[in-house]
């Protein structure tokens, strides 16, 4: 069973530092493209940014270039989401998603992570 | 930028049939934007239903269907029932690695 579970969300103040995981299992974890998708409360879905299988290839949504990472390791079938200079804005479930093959879609999603930001 | 468009919200009853849609600001969406569809209930992760344009994902009924029309994505739900009231999400590929949602489109069916 394909399984997604998302941690490290929490109350951050402005400016400051976050890390998301998301750990995989039930799939060849380094097969897929994976992604980060969020929704702020109330508000609709936003993706946010992409990593390719060997994490050479890497896109993301304007609002978070310069202050998101995404990553990936595959020997932990684990991916990742550093976010730095956190704004109120970024306050948001943050969904990690797989890509299908080919990757013209989400088949799986995580249950989402909280991150609050405020002072 | 380009923003997806989508309708804010629909009314149905139930069993009846509605089609929500998926546009462009500017220009015209096709097949080569792989258009999917996803849905959602308050509290719940998404689901997928649809997929490059019209495939359905494993173990979605098949009153969903996806399509083109015109210049659009669509999604036309027939026979409507009643936990089929949530939000719908459009999904776009634009290109260069870029993904784009639609708003969203909230289905209300009384």
């Known amino acids: 069973e394909v399984q997604l579970v998302e941690s490290g969300g929490g109350l951050v103040q402005p400016g400051g530092s976050l890390r998301l995981s998301c750990a995989a299992s039930g799939f060849t974890f380094s097969s897929y493209w994976m992604s980060w998708v969020r929704q702020a409360p109330g508000k609709g879905l936003e993706w946010v940014a992409n990593i390719q299988q060997d994490g050479s290839d890497k896109h993301y949504v304007d609002s978070v270039k310069g202050r998101f990472t995404i990553s990936r390791d595959n020997a932990k079938d684990s991916l990742y989401l550093q976010m730095n200079s956190l704004r109120a804005e970024d306050t948001a479930v943050y969904y990690c998603a797989r890509f299908g093959n080919p990757p013209t879609k989400y088949d799986y999603w995580g249950q989402g992570t909280l991150v609050t930001v405020s002072p | 930028q380009t923003v997806v468009t989508q309708e804010p919200s629909f009314s149905v009853s139930p069993g009846g049939t509605v089609t929500l849609t998926c546009g462009l600001s500017s220009g015209s969406v096709s097949t080569s934007y792989n258009p999917s569809w996803y849905q959602q209930t308050p509290g719940q992760a998404p689901r997928t239903l649809i997929y490059?344009?019209?495939t359905r994902s494993s173990g979605v009924p098949d009153r969903f269907s996806g399509s083109i029309l015109g210049s659009q994505a669509a999604l036309t739900i027939t026979g409507a029932q009643a936990d089929d009231e949530s939000d719908y999400y459009c999904l776009l590929y634009m290109g260069s690695g870029i993904w784009v949602f639609g708003g969203g489109t909230k289905v209300t069916v009384l």
């Open positions: 490059n344009t019209n």
